[in-house]
């Protein structure tokens, strides 16, 4: 019995030494997020707006649907890290922390810790991050919550921030956003979103105080392109084609591409968009990262009205498509060797 325990104990050790060796052996460290449109559960909560993702709700939101959801969720995942998962992925509008432990178990990502932030929005849509435990070390995390002076009654998502340690010591500081609509009109909703910007920069910037070659790693849904003014001016994300860059500047990955015609992250009548964003510090920009958009096929259907594609989501209306979600997910790898 005593060989038997030792030897059990000899494997387990093996397998985490395996584990943490395997580290060192990559090259990069995958990062994305994704907006999962409205991944409910099927339970009512009586504080949130989530009636209408109820079995006898608007949608329908049945057991079986919320499975299938689960389900295309964790397909997703798999296929973006290629031969492995994101090590860090972040989400928005995942209802419950449940729903993202059920998600890890489905997708089999048992090595995958997580920071999960409560929202003050109405219908209780929140953000997490999750990341690979042996790859990444969590260090700090805040949940901040944005009071709009312009609009005090205002609930929205806030602003996740996680300070990592990568596999070669260095910090990463992450925020992951998901900031307010155009709901009510776009001019109407300007002002809020600039003021997310504001404060972003304002807490980037005490980064910048502190560490002058701070990794700085942003990544969310937007609402805005990224030559719109609160990103542009408030958040002061710079375009990716400079060739100069500063330590103490943001630079947003996906300008170039929101400046291109094809396929971007969200698509309304017709039209595309990029909403969703990679913006990074002078000291990872100069490591000539790119962010990308994942265009899998299967995360796009034939858009019989406007013609070209659309991404494949769950609902069109209240008409259940079962289907991804109405934003495609972006992501970029950071380099871990020289």
Not at 120 to 132: K, N, P, T, V
Not at 327 to 337: N, R, S
């Amino acid at each position: 019995m005593k060989h038997l325990l030792h030897r059990g104990l000899l494997l387990g050790l093996l397998l985490v030494c395996t584990c943490r060796t395997s580290l060192y052996s990559q090259d990069y460290l995958r990062l994305l997020f994704y907006n999962t449109e409205n991944y409910f559960d099927t339970k009512n909560d009586p504080l949130k707006q989530d009636d209408a993702f109820l079995p006898e709700g608007d949608y329908h939101w049945t057991p079986q649907r919320y499975w299938h959801k689960t389900h295309q969720l964790a397909k997703v995942l798999a296929v973006a890290g290629d031969v492995r998962y994101p090590d860090v992925f972040a989400l928005a509008e995942i209802e419950t922390e449940e729903n993202l432990m059920t998600l890890l178990r489905t997708a089999g990502m048992r090595q995958h810790r997580y920071v999960y932030a409560e929202s003050q929005d109405d219908r209780g849509i929140d953000l997490c991050l999750a990341y690979h435990r042996y790859y990444l070390k969590l260090l700090s995390h805040k949940v901040i919550h944005l009071q709009f002076p312009q609009s005090p009654a205002k609930q929205s998502r806030p602003i996740l921030y996680v300070k990592m340690q990568m596999p070669h010591q260095d910090s990463l500081h992450i925020f992951v956003c998901h900031w307010p609509s155009k709901y009510g009109g776009s001019a109407a909703t300007v002002p809020l979103r600039a003021y997310a910007g504001a404060v972003l920069r304002q807490h980037c910037d005490s980064i910048f105080a502190r560490e002058k070659q701070a990794n700085i790693l942003i990544m969310g849904d937007f609402n805005d392109e990224a030559d719109d003014l609160s990103l542009r001016e408030h958040l002061g994300a710079l375009p990716d084609t400079c060739s100069q860059w500063q330590m103490n500047q943001l630079y947003n990955l996906m300008w170039t591409e929101t400046q291109n015609d094809g396929i971007k992250t969200h698509r309304f009548q017709g039209e595309w968009a990029m909403l969703d964003q990679v913006i990074v510090s002078g000291n990872l920009y100069r490591k000539h990262l790119k962010a990308k958009v994942l265009k899998a096929d299967f995360l796009l259907m034939d858009d019989d009205v406007y013609l070209g594609k659309k991404p494949y989501r769950t609902y069109h209306a209240y008409k259940y498509l079962g289907g991804y979600s109405d934003h495609l997910p972006v992501f970029v790898d950071i380099p871990l060797k020289p």
